[in-house]
């Protein structure tokens, strides 16, 4: 059975910038795609970005575009999140989520079937 745990939240300034890691485990992966998204209150989940586990492939959500940078260390089965320039509105908490191989869908949360604990990431003005 898969097992992600997030780490690297944290309480940041506008402008400043957070790493979040994702610890995977239960299985070797291949061809999969492993994604964050984020819940801010109130609000639905909403992605963020997601990365294939093999090649090069990653695909942002426009609204962090140009600051936010995935990435993954397969020898150490992490998944990483660099959060620059932050902002208030990136205040939420982040999960990273690994996608069903039988859904061909990148975006929404419904793809992913297997989703870690979260880490509560907040911006302060």
């Known amino acids: 059975q898969v097992q992600l745990v997030e780490s690297g939240g944290g309480l940041v300034q506008t402008g400043g910038s957070l790493r979040l890691s994702c610890a995977a485990s239960?299985?070797?992966?291949?061809?999969?795609?492993l994604g964050w998204f984020r819940q801010a209150p109130g609000k639905e989940r909403e992605f963020v970005s997601v990365i294939s586990w093999i090649g090069s492939s990653s695909y942002y959500a426009d609204s962090v575009k140009g600051r936010f940078t995935i990435s993954r260390d397969n020898a150490k089965n992490t998944l990483y999140l660099q959060m620059n320039s932050l902002k208030p509105q990136d205040t939420a908490v982040y999960y990273c989520?690994?996608?069903?191989?039988?859904?061909?869908?990148?975006?929404?949360?419904?793809?992913?079937?297997?989703w870690g604990q979260g880490t509560q990431v907040t911006v302060s003005s």
């Open positions: 239960g299985r070797t992966f291949s061809n999969d795609w």
């Open positions: 989520a690994l996608k069903s191989p039988n859904d061909g869908r990148k975006y929404h949360p419904s793809a992913y079937d297997t």
